[in-house]
């Protein structure tokens, strides 16, 4: 969603500002804007649409800007009202005294608007965040501290926020505060950072606090004072952020999508480090906190995520059920939230969130939590809201993902329930011992498998030249691959904008098959296994419509040659496996044909890498 970044300190704030802003560009990016103190006087700029926009717009103010030495910035992904230079942030208050930046949505922004209008604000913008703005200002303007304004106007907002707020009273002062939407102080020499995400801060400083839900910070260049929404100090603890700033750069690829792609080997290893040691060990599995007996017995287990986490999930239930022999329901979290559904204490509630932020994932968690159910996240987040609401947190470590359409993240999520599922079954005694040594085995040369891909990768990108134009495009597979037919058109549509729909492939002709002609492409996902023959007759049905048709395929059978218009062949894999291995053309596929289409491949239209609204 929208992210926001402040300073506080002895260098020039813009350049610190706008950095920071760079790197939550993946947040959101339909707008954006700063706030800077100088010399007692509060000065905002503001651009629609990227953030190269606002960096023009500053480039005709380099005189007045360049001593300001505190500020707050803002990239923003419209929730309320348009993405305007009106409605992008900072906001302010009637006299333009109070300036702020927010992330998140206030609920009860009506309802305050209206008692506030009555007192004589003027609105400008149609955001719920002026809102905040005034209110600080009437309490401000009554109490006259700062801090304290902040915390009892927080005592008034329904909703999620975090906010970042100077005053033209104070010249050195920021005070932040957050609640359900991520915030972080990092904390430098005679200098303290604010922002939404690590990437944001990392070049300066690896010390921060995360601040904590209701909690208000009063930041100076040298001084930190936290306080609960009481009011009372609280004393805060300093972590070491978990990123290098290299991690944070392209090396070289044209997008950070590609260079995560070509990351997938080394972040599987990563994984395996410690918990897949030989074929005849057991995994290792020290996150999960549930006994032996309580594993034993476990008799039902419900996944929740939303889009390329719920695809991993659907994977997920497809191993848990065949290696563990225990049912497994698997929902998209904002479905989850909204009706009666039936956990307790003796269900396995498992939430996966490559951000750890997604509203709805933390919702549902938090609502099952209170059901008495033991909390499992698998998320690349290790210091995200979701991971501290864990009972047992499986970090999938693929280090920072910077592109919004998830690649390597996906890969790691579908790699630890791989190992979750192994390890569960291994202590059920639920799987053969010749299959568990095979998969095994399997699992450690899947990143060699990857790379071989990836060396090949050409092939992909002239099936992406040939099919670029189409305006639709259909993905079938069965069994385990059906979650990666999804995630493969989730992929295609995220940054091509190309209508592309993954389904059952049994369900072709149950209304689908309609659509086939000439014009459509259909990409079978063909993968040696349990339902290759059935998925064969299912492309051989699509033929006979006309479609062009492409296999993804670790078959070598010639009549594939005269079936298929184009065949994308991937190494020999085990049918628990392949989903990983189909997984890795597909999201080369939707690279090469965003790329070749000329779109913004790590920034796509209305995204944002982090979902906090609900
Ligand atoms: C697609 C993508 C999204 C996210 C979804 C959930 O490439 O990244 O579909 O998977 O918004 O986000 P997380 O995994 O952070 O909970």
Redesign the pocket.
Known sequence: MCGIVGYVGTQPVVDILLDGLQQLEYRGYDSSGIAISDNGEIKIYKAEGKLQNLKDTLKSHNDEIQNAQMGIGHIRWATHGAPTLINAHPHTCNCGRLALVHNGIIENFKELKAELEKEGCVFRSQTDTEVVAHLIASIYGKIKNLTEAVRLATLRLEGAYALCVMHKDYKDTLVVTKRNAPLIIGLGEGEHFVASDVPAIIKHTKRAVYLVDNQIATLTPKSIDIINSHGQNIEYKVEILPWEPVALSKMGYKHFMLKEIHEQPDVIRNILVGKLHTTSDPVVLNEVKLTRDTLKNLNRIQII??????HAAMIGKYIIETFCGISVDVEPSSEYIYRRTVTDEHTLVIG???????AD?LTAIKQSKAKGSHILII?NRPDSAMAREADSLIPVSAGIEVS????K??VAQVMSFYLLAIYMAEIKGSLDSTILKNLKNEMMIIPQKIEQILSHKEEIQRCAKEYANTKDFIYIARGINYPTALEGA??LK?ISYINATGYPAGELKHGPIAMLDETMPVLSILMHGSVYEKLLSNSEEAKARNARLIALTNSNDKKLNDLFDYIIKVPEVHEYLSPIIAIIPLQLLAYYIAEFLGKDVDQPRN?A???TVE
Request: glycine share 8%.
């Open positions: 995520a939303c889009g390329t986490s719920l996966v969130s490559q951000s750890g932020e997604t994932t998320t919004v359409a998830a690649t993240s996906y989730l992929k995220e995204l890498k982090s979902v």
